[in-house]
């Protein structure tokens, strides 16, 4: 396997479809081109000649370098369920308005048709007020797919930070601090 990608190419595996498991080589550079795009269908010429969904990438201790790769065998038209990246596109009305944008969850796991699969998903942040939310359900999906998540899941929120006065407890009082070491009057 070290020569393999030593000569530029990773091993991988595709599975699926109730068929034999095939080892392959993928090139390193074209699947570099493939992830760096987003793409989760791949299209295999060679030892296998089919459309593939990127099931699982095994990186190196440090996320730089590809080791291994898991494809599984799709039909255009079958669901298939994936994990997609959130991109956030605007800014929010309520941060103008003094609000902090909260970033819940950066992904989302759908059920869609391969052909049908996007990059990402985009979410509108432009109408975001201030104690608004947008959750899972509220995300527009591409046509075919559906939630594989619960769809009150929160995503990204808007709200203010309320800070204490220096000095309050949570009854509004000001504390005294403690000072270590003084002695009580009554002693």
Known sequence: MKRLRQTGQIPAVLYGHGEEGVMLSVSE???SKAIDQGSHIVNLKGGANESALIKEVQWDAFGVKVLHLDLTRVDANEAVEVTLPIELKGEAAGTRQGGTLNFHQHELTILCPANMLPEKLEIKIVD???????SAGDVELPAGATLAEAATTPIVSCSVLVEKEAGEDAEGGADEP?????KDEEE
């Open 29 to 31: 550079r074209d699947l």
């Open 128 to 134: 975001l007020e201030v104690e608004q939310s947008i």
């Open 178 to 182: 403690e000072i270590i070491g003084k």
